[in-house]
Every structure is written in C-alpha cells, then in structure tokens.
C-alpha cells in the first residue's frame, strides 16, 4: 500500500484519530489492509466490520498482536491507535441510487480512492472493471497475465468484487503499479455504481448477462441495468467492451453513447467489431480460433488458449481488446493469451490422474449459464471408450425460477450426451428428473458431497471425464479436490469393460 498516516485516513473518511495525540495521528500504514484480524502483520491497517455472525471490533487485540499499527472502526478501541468513523443514519439516506453500507464500509470505500487517486497522480494509472453474470474470475485472471506483459499489473485475489474486495484489491496498490485490473459483482442495484466510485474505469468490460442472484434482483432486465452501472462510470473518452454475442449487453452502447465514451463489440457474432471465427476445441476442451481485428484485413490472428471451454473465446477477446487498447500490438496479443493459464481454484480445473480418469472441478460458484457452459466443455472433453459423468448441485439465489432453471440444466445434460447425471441436494433434484424426461442415461441422486464421493468411488473407471459443478454451499469443490487425488477416494477406479 502507498503510505498513509491516521492523520490522512482520518481527513479521508471523515473520521478521527484515538487516541488524539499527535503520537497516533502520525502512526503510518506500510503494510497490508486486512479485514481479517488473522492476517494481520507489522504495519497494517485492521478494517474492524460488523457481520452477521461476528463483531469485528472484538478481535482488534488479536490483530494487535499480530503487529498492526492501527484499526478503522466505528468506536472508541484502546487495543490499538484507531481512526473511528461514526455512525450516521442520515447519511443511509443521502444517496438513495447506492446501498445504505454502515459507515466503517464507506470510509473503507473512501480509503481506497484515495490510494487510487495517489497512484494516479504518480504516474496513470489505467483501470479495466470487468463485470458479468458469470465469467468475471477466470477474465480477471487471464486480463492481469496478459497486461503484466506491458507492466506491472494488480488484480484481485481470488473472487474480490465487492464492496470489501475491491477495496481489498485497490489497497494493494504501489507506487510503481501500471495497470488495475478490478473485478466488479452485484447483488443488488447501486452496488457496481458504488465500487466505480473505488476504482474509477477507463475500460469497461461487460461479459453477459445472465440469471445469476435473478431471486435478488427479480428479472434480468434488472441484472442488465445493474450491470450498466459500468458503462455508465465511464470518463469521456472512455471505452466500453461489449458482448456481441448478449443482446442486453450489446444493447449498452447506448449508456456508452449518453456518457460520450466508445464502444468496441466482441464475440462471434457477425455485427462484433472484434470477431473470433473458426472457433475449435481440442481433445482437452481447449479452444482455438481466428481473431479478426477492426481494420485489420487477412484471414485472422491465430488464437489458441490453455483454458477450458468454449466459453473462454469471449472472455479471451475481451481481454484482447483492453491489451490492444493500452498499446499492445495484436500478433503479441494472440501470443500473451496463449501463454495465459487457469489461475484460481475450483474454475474449470482440469486433473487428469495417473489411473485414466479426468476430473474436472468447476464448483466454485453456479448459475444457469456457467452450468451450461461447463456441460458443454464436459461434452468435449469424451474420452474414446469413457463415460462424461457430470455432478451437479444446487444453484442458489435464483428465485421461482429455481426449479425451472435446474429443469434446464439436467435437459441440456441429456441433450449433450453426458452418459450419468448425478443430482446432489434438493435444489438439484429437479435436474435429474429433466434429464430423464429429455432422454438422458442414467441418473442417481444423493443427499450431499459425501454420498457422492461414496457413489463415485465405485463407479469412475480408466477414461472416464467427471465434471463437478455447483454453487458453493453445497461443497462439491471439496469433493472435487478428494477426487483429484485417487489416493484420497479409496480404492482405483475400474477398468473399463
């Protein structure tokens, strides 16, 4: 992080320094921001947030003794030299378009715009959002491979998108970082206008939009307006990289427009300004495919990437287009895409274990989209003589249309050929009963990740690929990391007949 005393974090955030003696004020912050008291080192600032079922200030002393210099609270804590923001209702009020966060959120909020604007200030500092219904991870990873080649790149750790991960992220920045690559969810209107606001974009990138947190937001046309907030952030001048290939996303060249920045489609889609055509998978579900570049005549920049699954050719022009934006040429960005590799867990992660099985762990997180994309990369993936099992769990937050949208997924299971469906946990149970319906192979359900690790253990032979898909709480990434490791399962998997 850019140095900063209590004096100035207090100046930032409205808040005050205790206790108030001069010694306190200029107590600096050198080291990481943390809102969690165990991470804490020397030098650090200990964000003390309320939750739901804890009570940041309780564990100042915790953080203290790990060597932090000072805490950001809402109350008076003697554990630690604190800059305390206080609490005002009528400050919930004042700005209706955004969230009513407490007040230890939005002085973190405030902290970490004055980091970026510090940064900015020594040298500017380029900043792509990248937002989506699904897709945002996998794109922020293979986004900060690609621009660490023109210089020294952040991103955020794991899934940071929040009103506490992009925070999180931004705090990280030195003073020699070049590009921020920030990843922006929601879950509610105002909440993507609120991280803009963090971390201002010169780029925004909008992947899809989808049925993600539809329970949450009501509709998708809901999800498309939240969504917009992106594009709307952006300066004059700024550029806007939209999904072709989603017309609700295509459809915001017009919030582009009304903000006087410019827009750059990308897809398959014949109308995309920046087009991949030819699109293959290889027998490990990797894609290749042609990009076509706006003014750039020829048969096409060959493009083959390491990641799994077809969804990945719209995330890799994206990522193609801010590159080229930001200077680099497009032979050296097919080459930078290329050299990209999977780098958060639970994403499309592929094992392939010494006894012939294929494990493919993408339980990280699901919706309705992500689930069918995984399917599909599943469906590719067969093996000559194996078997595409795909286990599936619950989706959440996705409102009435919960059983319908599971519906879907067990019908394009059995559209796709995957030979054995497994359902775990009720939310997933309406799956199972579509595939039947659509003509699927076999189906079994289970209660939980252990019943399915019991079922797998006897059932995977040499061959096989499984796929293990579902939203977090069902814990099926778990699952997926046992059975990475045979030696974990129990006994080899059978050979095949």
């Known amino acids: 992080m850019i140095p900063l005393t209590l004096r100035e974090i207090a100046q930032v955030t409205g808040g005050r320094v205790h206790p108030d003696t001069p010694e306190a004020g200029s107590v600096t912050i050198t080291g990481t921001v943390v809102t969690d008291s165990r991470e804490a080192g020397p030098g650090s600032l200990y964000v003390a947030r309320r939750g739901d079922s804890a009570d940041g200030h309780d564990y100042v002393g915790a953080a203290a003794a790990l060597g932090a210099a000072a805490a950001l609270t809402n109350r008076e804590v003697d554990a630690l030299p604190c800059v305390v923001v206080d609490e005002d209702p009528e400050l919930l009020s004042e700005r209706p378009d955004r969230p009513p966060y407490d007040a230890v959120t939005r002085a973190f909020a405030a902290l970490g715009r004055e980091v970026v604007d510090r940064c900015d200030a020594r040298g500017g500092l380029h900043t792509v959002a990248i937002t989506g219904s699904s897709g945002k991870t996998s794109t922020k990873d293979v986004m900060a491979q690609v621009l660490g080649e023109i210089g020294p790149t952040l991103a955020p750790e794991a899934s940071y998108n929040s009103e506490v991960g992009v925070p999180l992220t931004v705090c990280r920045l030195t003073e020699d970082t070049a590009y921020l690559v920030a990843e922006m969810g929601a879950s509610g209107p105002g909440h993507i206008a ?291 490791d045979p030696t974990a399962v129990g006994t080899a998997p059978q050979e095949s007949a």
């Open 194 to 484: 609120h991280l803009t606001e963090v971390a201002p974009p010169l780029v925004a990138v909008v992947l899809n939009v989808g049925t993600a947190h539809l329970g949450e937001f009501g509709s998708r046309e809901a999800i498309a307006q939240a969504k917009a907030e992106l594009v709307q952030a952006l300066p004059v001048g700024g550029l806007a990289v939209l999904n072709a290939d989603d017309p609700a996303v295509a459809a915001m060249a017009e919030e582009a427009e009304a903000v006087a920045a410019r827009t750059l489609l990308v897809g398959r889609s014949a109308h995309a300004q920046l087009r991949a055509t030819d699109v293959r998978l290889d027998a490990r579900g990797r894609p290749s495919f042609l990009l076509h570049a706006p003014g750039e005549g020829g048969a096409g920049v060959p493009v083959t990437l390491r990641l799994v699954g077809e969804h990945h050719v719209g995330n890799a022009l994206a990522v193609a287009a801010v590159a080229h934006e930001w200077g680099m040429p497009w032979p050296a960005v097919a080459d930078a895409l290329g050299r990209a590799e999977p780098r958060s867990r639970g994403r499309m992660e592929v094992t392939e274990r010494p006894d012939g099985v294929t494990v493919v762990n993408d339980a990280y997180n699901a919706n309705p989209d992500s689930m069918g994309a995984a399917l599909r990369a599943l469906a590719a993936m067969r093996r000559d003589g194996g078997r595409t099992i795909a286990v599936v769990g619950g989706m959440l937050e996705l409102g009435a249309d919960s059983d319908a949208e599971h519906g879907g997924v067990g019908t394009l299971a059995a559209e796709l050929g995957v030979d054995h469906l497994v359902t775990v946990g009720d939310l997933a149970g309406a799956a199972g009963t579509a595939y039947l319906a659509a003509g699927g192979g076999a189906t079994t359900h289970v209660a939980d990740r252990h019943e399915a690790q019991e079922l797998l253990t006897g059932m995977l032979r040499r061959d096989d690929v499984v796929l293990l898909k579902s939203s977090r709480d069902s814990g099926l990434r778990f699952l997926g990391d046992a059975l990475a």
